[in-house]
């Protein structure tokens, strides 16, 4: 059996952001993973990798955040196929902008496709949290739900698990700044406190609640002056050098918030796409490390609509 190939686009996702840890996440519009696929009669094939990073990324389908999704998902339906694949990366694994978890969506996706769509969304993420799980050994769904959503997600609970859909504002832009540095995301996970101060805890619920209050309202002032992490960013700085320096640069060319994205490297500011400033904030955040000679990605976009077959 040799099936049509499918073709699905998995964009490139922030998570946290901010107080939100685990909790929050945003799709981007822009960049994307492709991942394409076809029926074979067993078993599971990668046969094309290509892209930023994918020299490092593993053909072995038991090790493939892809197939590994995408197998959950032919179970879930009772499948009696197999998937040939192939991985066109957009996003550089290490990043911070949920790499793995695109790749992840992308394949339960494109796997739910092939079954018939016999599978809703919340299904999907769940088998896309389980790959994040096997990879990155965390189940976290941060990245994995607005993969699949679209949109800004958050999580309120994992057992049992719930998640919710909000349309961000129509005028946030984004922008991401990708230093050529490298950030696991397993790395990023050892240096987090194991214990928090209920000061701490009292600031992160009271920023993650108005940063929510204004995606629902379309409030960019509130969602700026919200986008406060006390807790993670601050354990995970010694990791991404110039961070502090980024942020402020941006902050002072017309960002309403910046912070670390994901568990880093990248930067991701908020702004204003009424007011501009988006092609600035990329130009001096640029700035801050090719001036120490650290190469640097930009990308100027906005919130996504999630998963899509192209």
């Avoid at 993420?125 to 994995?144: K, Q, Y």
């Avoid at 700044?177 to 790395?187: K, R």
């Avoid at 214990?195 to 108005?210: C, I, K, P, Q, Y």
């Amino acid at each position: 059996m040799s099936g049509d190939w499918v073709r699905v686009a998995a964009p490139a996702t922030t998570s946290n952001i901010g107080p939100g840890f685990d909790t929050f996440g945003l799709a981007m519009s822009e960049p994307c993973d492709i991942i394409e696929g076809r029926k074979i009669d067993s078993g599971f094939e990668i046969t094309e990798v290509s892209g930023p990073g994918s020299e490092n990324i593993p053909t072995d389908p038991k090790i493939n955040s892809v197939s590994i999704a995408a197998e959950r998902v032919l179970k879930r339906c009772d499948a009696e196929f197999g998937i040939e694949l192939k991985i066109k990366k957009g996003i550089r694994p290490c990043s911070g902008m949920g790499s793995s978890g695109a790749s992840a969506a992308g394949g339960a996706f494109l796997a739910n496709i092939l079954c018939g769509e016999k599978l809703g969304p919340v299904d999907m993420i769940l088998c896309a949290a389980h790959a994040e799980d096997v990879i990155s050994g965390g189940l976290h769904a941060d990245n994995v739900s607005p993969c699949i959503l679209g949109g800004f997600t958050l999580i309120r609970s994992y057992e049992p698990f719930d998640v919710i859909r909000i349309e961000p504002p129509a005028n946030l832009g984004m922008v991401v700044a990708l230093p050529d540095i490298m950030v696991a995301t397993s790395d990023a996970r050892k240096v987090l406190p194991r214990e928090v101060s209920v000061r701490d805890l009292v600031f992160h619920v009271g920023n993650a609640s108005t940063l929510v209050y204004g995606m629902m309202t379309g409030d960019l002032s509130t969602i700026g002056r919200s986008v406060k992490d006390a807790i993670f960013e601050p354990a995970r700085e010694k990791l991404v050098p110039f961070l502090k320096e980024a942020e402020k640069t941006a902050m002072s060319n017309g960002a309403l918030a910046s912070f670390l994205g994901g568990s880093g490297p990248c930067i991701m500011s908020f702004y204003d796409t009424d007011v501009g400033f988006g092609d600035v904030i990329a130009e001096k955040v640029k700035e801050v490390y090719t001036q120490n000679n650290i190469g640097c990605d930009t990308w100027i976009t906005k919130p996504g609509v999630g998963c899509r077959r192209i």
